[in-house]
Structures are given as C-alpha cells and as structure tokens.
C-alpha cells in the first residue's frame, strides 16, 4: 500500500524554526517528485513546494522562499522541509504528496497532514 | 499564475441528485492538465480526476470530470451520502500549481 506519514509539527513562535519530517512506503521514492501543499484552518489549499526525483531541482511557492528549504533521503524513503523564521501566516495543516503526471503535477497520494501552529 | 475560480461556493443538494461544479481558469489550461479532488472533514484530499477526465484509481464512476481550456466541470450523477464533501479543482499545466477555493456540496 502506498503510504505517506508526516510528523514534526507542533507550537512554535513567530520568528522560530521547525523542521517537518514525511516517511513514504508501499511505493519506489526515489522515483517521483514529492511536494508539500499546505492549508490554512478554514481555507484552502496551497502547493508550498516540490523537488525532483534525486533532489536535484526544488521550486517554492513565492511566499515560503528562502524560508523554506525541502530535501529528501531516497535511501532512508524521507523527506524534510526545514522551516526557518516562521510566520503567523505560515499556521496550516502541511501535507506531502507524490507528484504524478507531466507538468508541476498532480498529487496522489497525500499524507494525513501535520498541524504547524505559529503563535506567540 | 493561473487563478481558478470555482463555483458555486455550495451546492445544497439532496441524495440522489446530480451535482455539477464548476471550475474556471484566467488562462486557458494546456493539455487539460486539471484534476479534482475531494476533502471531508479531518481528512486529507483524495484524488477524483486527472488530465481533465480521467478517473483516478478505484474513484466510483458517478464522478466523472470534463471540459478543455478555461473551463472545466466535475459531475456526481448521484449522490451518494459519503460524497457530501468539499471539492477542489487544481490545474498542473505552469508553476505554480494552484487550486481554486472549493466547492461545498452539502446534504439538503
């Protein structure tokens, strides 16, 4: 069964960093693009980044960049999105997602999500 | 970037009924490269369709999605009760992907 489980998100302060973890099984990682797509509570949903198969190109969405850093461990079937000075704005369920399809695209599976919450 | 518009924003709507939703582009979408897909309440999206039309793996036949261009329609031809849930449209054709706002289809 294909499966993706993220962890790592939790409380933290505007200004501070976290790190987000998304474990993939059931299915060859090392061959798809992987995203992250985020959603607000009580809103929709929002594509925050991508990288290519050997994580060798990464694109993010305009407001997360040079914030947000994604990168995976195809040996380990891993992937990491590093969150530094974080925003109020930036509270949302994240997602990770395979990436099917030509384009940017689509998403199928999706993990359950983890709740980041940006607080003081 | 691509904006999709979606409408209505809910659809009110009893079992057994048809639901039609709509998804319109500011640009047109190359390749018809949109999917749908459905959220319920705590729980991640799941895939509908891709490339416009195409049905995702094991998704019932009542969905059924079409359209080229700017404009696109997703299609229950019966609702059942497990499908009163949000439905978003995402277009893959230019980075950034987007989504539109969603669609509500509650129960009547």
């Known amino acids: 069964e294909v499966q993706l489980v993220e962890s790592g998100g939790d409380l933290v302060q505007p200004g501070g960093s976290l790190r987000l973890s998304c474990a993939a099984s059931?299915?060859?990682?090392?061959?798809?693009?992987m995203s992250w797509v985020r959603q607000a509570p009580g809103k929709g949903l929002e594509w925050v980044a991508n990288?290519?198969?050997?994580?060798?190109?990464?694109d993010y969405v305009d407001s997360v960049k040079g914030r947000f850093t994604f990168s995976r461990d195809n040996a380990k079937n891993l992937m990491y999105l590093q969150m530094n000075s974080l925003r109020v704005e930036d509270t949302a369920v994240y997602y990770c997602?395979?990436?099917?399809?030509?384009?940017?695209?689509?998403?199928?599976?999706w993990g359950q999500g983890t709740l980041v919450a940006v607080s003081s | 970037e691509i904006v999709l518009t979606q409408s209505p924003g809910t659809l009110s709507l009893s079992p057994g009924e048809r639901a039609t939703l709509s998804c319109r582009a500011s640009?047109?979408?190359?390749?018809?490269?949109l999917g749908w897909y459905q959220q319920k309440p705590g729980q991640a999206p799941r895939l509908l369709i891709y490339?416009?039309?195409s049905r995702a793996t094991g998704i019932s036949d009542r969905f059924s999605g079409s359209g080229s261009g700017t404009d696109f329609t997703l299609t229950i031809s019966r609702l059942e009760p497990e499908d009163f849930a949000v439905y978003y449209c995402?277009?893959?054709?230019?980075?950034?992907?987007?989504f539109g706002q969603g669609t509500k289809v509650e129960i009547k």
């Open positions: 990288i290519k198969s050997d994580g060798s190109e990464k």
């Open positions: 995402q277009q893959y054709a230019v980075s950034p992907g987007t």
């Open positions: 997602a395979r990436n099917r399809g030509p384009g940017t695209g689509w998403f199928d599976p």
């Open positions: 640009q047109s979408v190359r390749s018809s490269y």
């Open positions: 490339g416009a039309s």
């Open positions: 059931g299915f060859t990682f090392s061959g798809y693009y």
